[in-house]
Each structure stands twice: as C-alpha cells, then as structure tokens.
C-alpha cells in the first residue's frame, strides 16, 4: 500500500523538490542572507499546506467527474488542466486582477509584482470583495446542484438531503437559494460597495450557468458522433471553471503570508500537484466507490467554502478555520462510509490493495 501510494507522488515529491530550491534561490536573491532565505522556504512549505488542506475536496469533486470521462479527455486534464491550474489560476489570475485593478498592461503588473509588492497586494486587497462574491455564488451553485437531484439516490445526512432531493423538482431552486445567500450578505456590505458585491456574485451565478449550458451542449454533440466520446470537453470546462473557484480562497490567502507573487506561484503550484495526485489515486483506486459518503463530505465541505467566502466580504476568516472545517467534513463522511462497510460487511480497502 505504501509503495503504491509513493507511485502516486512520485510527481507531487519531485515538484516539492524543485519548488524547496525555487523557493530557496527566490529568498537568497530577494534578501541575500540565510534567515531570508529559510523565511521563504518556510512560507512556501505553508503555502502548500494551505493549498493542500484547502482543496482535497476539490480532488475528490474532480475524481467524481472524471470517473465519467473518456480515457482520453481524463489525461488530458491532468495534463493540460494541471498547467493551466498552476501557472493560469496561481499567477496568471493574480497578475489580471492588478491588470484591470490598476489599469495597467501585464507586463507592468509583473514589474509591479517584481519591484513593489506592498502595491501589489493593496490593490489584490482592494479587488477581494468582487472576487469572494463570484466564488461564493459559483461554488453555491456546484454544491447545491449536487444535494438538489432527484436522480440522487445515497444519503449521508438523511434529513436535510431526502428534503431537497424531495424539492429538486422546483425549477430554479438552486438559483434562488444562491439569490437569496447573495441578498442576504449583500445587504450587511458596506453600501458603497454594495453594487460590486452583487454584480460580481451574479457574474458567478450566471458562470455557472453558462459552463453548465456549454458543458451540455458539447458533450451531447460528442455523443451524437459517438457513444464513447461523451464526457470530454464540456467536463474538461467545468472541471476548470470548478478549479479557478476552489483557487479563489487559497491565492487571496497566501497574501496574508507573503506578498512575493512568485513565492506564491511556488507555494500554491507545489500543493496544486498533490492535488493532482490525489486526484488520480482516488480515479484509479475507485476510492469513491469504496466509501460511499465521501462524496457527501467533498460537496458538503463545498457549501461551507461557499459561505465562508460570502463571508468574508463582512470580516476575515483565518484560513487555517476553513481548512479545519473542510478537513472535518470530509473525515466525518469516511468515518461514516468506513462504518457502514463494517456494518454491511464490506471491505473498506481500495481495490487494488486487495489480495
């Protein structure tokens, strides 16, 4: 089992390793002392950690997406989606925010970044509220769209999820729902800020609607040509719009500890691989399919990401307290899924450990 875990991370180890001398070399050259430099290796090392505890739900979401994708558009996402996950979403999107914040051209972003980086993150400060409320709204939507299905047969807490399972044939009750979460934070945000909060969350809302729509529209052409070739590129979209939302809370925390730019890219990239890594093992090992809540807890950890951002448009939440709640949900759900393989005399052990 552990060999076999080890051929998992064989990539995550070895990004870990270039990212430990990335980091190293970064704060020798940023201040050209050795506590300078073992302060960037340590914040790195802490970056990824956050980035790790704060999207393993979003591996097991991936997971459970790609199980039903062809062979083909699986690798591709974790091979061009893991690019476009690091260096798009962990300095790509930042250097755009300060691109449209400032109004400047991005290679003056990047020299911003280079040169002044209290700038730098004063202007990410100050585009926090637009970009919470877009996340909020997007990942309420995910997350509701999941426990808000009639075609939903397993339930982990039976109470709440058999009453919305029940409401699923309302039209548009997600959508409401995410209205009304929006409205309601809306209305304690400052009112001069009021007006971005609200046009950003429904820019998420109506994201989510879009990718869903595209997603579908896609992949039942694909379908059309051949039976086999549905799940690819319209899930290739939604997995990546679903990724740059998870990534919302871990750049915007990582400013509260740095604000070198590419220590960041450094930090979150590094967590960003494990991520991927996780995600292939629980593909192949069918490890959804062996703890039958697991699901549950990753969607669940979802809404609480959701409410935390919508959140903190009214004060800040530690990012340590949203990695706790997420890592307690999901460990609640296998706790859970363990248990009820014990009581049905299941065997809990991935398939491929089995002898």
Known sequence: MRKATLH??????????????????????????ISGTLSFLLIGIVLAILEISLSFDNA??????LERMTPVWQRRFLTWGILIAVFGMRIVFPLAVVTVAANVGPWAAVK?????????????KDAHLGIVAFGGAFLMMVGLSYFIDEAKSVDWIAMVERRLRRLASLRGLQITLTLVALLGFGTFVEEHERATFLFAGLLGLVT???????????????????AARAGGLGAFLYLEVLDASFSFDGVIGAFALTQNLFLIGIGLGVGAMYVRSMTIMLVEQRTLAQFRYLEHG???SILALSLIMFAQSLFHIHELITGLIGAGLILGALWSS??????????????????
């Open 8 to 33: 998992y991370l064989k990539w995550a180890l070895a990004t870990t390793v270039l990212g430990i001398v990335l980091a190293g070399w970064l704060g020798w050259a940023t201040y050209g002392t």
């Open 60 to 65: 097991i979401v991936n997971a459970n997406k």
């Open 112 to 124: 911003l970044a280079a040169t002044e980086p209290r700038q730098y993150a004063v202007i990410m």
């Open 208 to 226: 989510f609607t879009l990718v869903e729509l595209l997603g579908h529209v896609l992949d039942q052409r694909e379908a059309s040509q051949s």
């Open 298 to 300: 990753a969607f669940y």
């Open 338 to 355: 363990i248990r009820w393989n014990r009581m049905n005399g299941l065997d809990s052990r991935p398939a491929k450990s089995r002898n």
